[in-house]
């Protein structure tokens, strides 16, 4: 193995890992020849894929510059189940409509980080929508219910009271199908993945396969600084946004987060983020333009980062800064408008206009039941870097 692979294959074991079941037989896999089968997942349960699905991107990509198969696998029969890692209520059911709405642009998106060339793409409707009743009992007889029920957010739900219903433990188990009926060598997932990953292992052991190594990735967490960068929170920066857009939320983070940003999102190793700006904002700023160069070149960084300095030292807000936000009542409530903007958690965007950190049209607001009149377009304000263009669908 030349210098440059094993580069390669030590990034690939270390650089955004949590966790490695089981990494000496990984190391081995890699190190016999083999190509493996490598496998990612994502349900489309919104339209767009973020920067926590671009860790598990990278790592797929770093599987395939050694070589290996490659799959991401679209769960769109899994998306009807709804994913219940790490919740305490269970995910809305979402329609045929709006699982092939959200499909649209995930395979784009997904080919700014991977190959599309060395990517296979499978949906796992194409077998777990043919599994009968009697196909599905087969499996389950070997599944423990207790191993189920072990898992700490089910425990933590019964034990707090709040439903579990029986769909949701369905969930890992269609996972672990997918996994014996891709015969895959190795999973990549985010930790909150890492039990459903396990039991694809035991499934696999099972049916007579060797267990799928798994390449458990860290977390990252989200805009709000509370809680993992995630769809159904809203709390992301998605792949496909404007630099512009990238910039301003990225600038919106904690600053206790930069480095977080700069290791898992900007991918700077431990010697480039010391190097980085002390001042908190500049850190930042520097760590927002490394990510964005990765996804729109350097001119677009720099010009993002031009527009941002304009914005914020001559209060100009444009238009590129404001996203637009729009809704098809003609008033909308100021604690969904902030959730909306920066997808965090309706008792934090109460903490925050309760903080003062909110403003509409220039002025301060204070109560939390204000409701926004939406007969003409109005400008939210969300701490000192998130602005929002609200107005009426039409």
């Known amino acids: 193995m030349g210098v440059a692979m094993k ?17 000496t037989s990984l190391a081995k896999r890699l190190a016999s020849g083999k190509k493996l089968i490598v496998k990612f997942g994502v349900d489309p349960t919104k339209p767009d894929l973020h920067f926590g699905h671009a860790l598990n991107l990278h790592k797929l990509r770093q599987f395939q510059e050694l070589g ?28 045929d409509r709006e699982i092939k709405s959200n499909l649209k642009t995930y395979i784009e998106q997904a080919k700014l980080i991977i190959d599309p060339k060395k990517t296979k793409i499978r949906f796992n409707s194409e077998w777990l929508s043919k599994y009968s009743y009697a196909d599905f009992i087969q499996v389950a007889m070997q599944i423990s219910v207790q191993t189920l029920l072990e898992r700490e957010d089910f425990s933590a739900r019964m034990t707090g009271g709040h439903s579990l219903a029986l769909h949701e433990l369905f969930y890992p188990v ?23 990953m396990l039991m694809g292992r035991e499934l696999q052991k099972k049916s007579g396969q060797l267990p799928q190594e798994v390449v458990a990735m860290k977390a990252l ?19 496909a946004e404007s630099p512009d857009q990238m910039f301003g939320k990225l600038m919106s983070i904690p600053d206790n ?16 983020i010391k190097t980085l700006p002390e001042h908190p904002r500049d850190r930042k700023q520097e760590v ?26 001559n209060r100009r807000v444009t238009d590129n800064i404001a996203a637009e936000q729009s809704y098809s009542e003609g008033k909308v409530a100021l604690i969904q408008a902030v959730v909306d903007a920066v997808g965090c958690s309706r008792s934090h965007a ?29 400008l939210l304000k969300v701490g000192k870097h998130t602005f929002r263009r609200l107005s009426r669908r039409r």
Do not use: C
């Open 174 to 196: 269609t996972q672990a199908i997918d996994s014996v009926v891709m015969k895959a060598d190795v999973e990549i997932g985010g930790w909150d993945q890492r039990l459903n």
């Open 257 to 272: 987060l930069t480095d977080q940003y700069a290791d898992l999102v900007a991918f700077l190793d431990p010697n480039e």
């Open 350 to 378: 109460v903490r925050l206009v309760e903080q003062g950190a909110i403003e509409l049209d220039g002025e301060r607001q204070t109560s939390p039941t204000e409701q926004i009149e939406l007969s003409k377009q109005r």
């Open 68 to 95: 290996h198969e490659t799959i991401l696998l679209i769960g769109d029969f899994t998306t009807k189940i709804g994913d219940p890692s790490g919740r305490n209520s269970a995910r809305p059911i979402l329609t």
């Open 221 to 239: 967490i989200g805009l709000d600084g509370e809680q993992k960068m995630s769809k159904s929170l809203g709390n992301y920066v998605g792949l």
């Open 7 to 23: 580069e390669l294959t030590r990034d690939l074991l270390s650089v955004g890992v949590a966790e490695l079941i089981d990494k």
């Open 288 to 313: 927002a333009k490394k990510i964005i160069e990765r996804y729109h070149g350097v001119s677009a960084a720099n010009q993002a980062a031009e527009s941002f300095k304009e914005t914020f030292q």
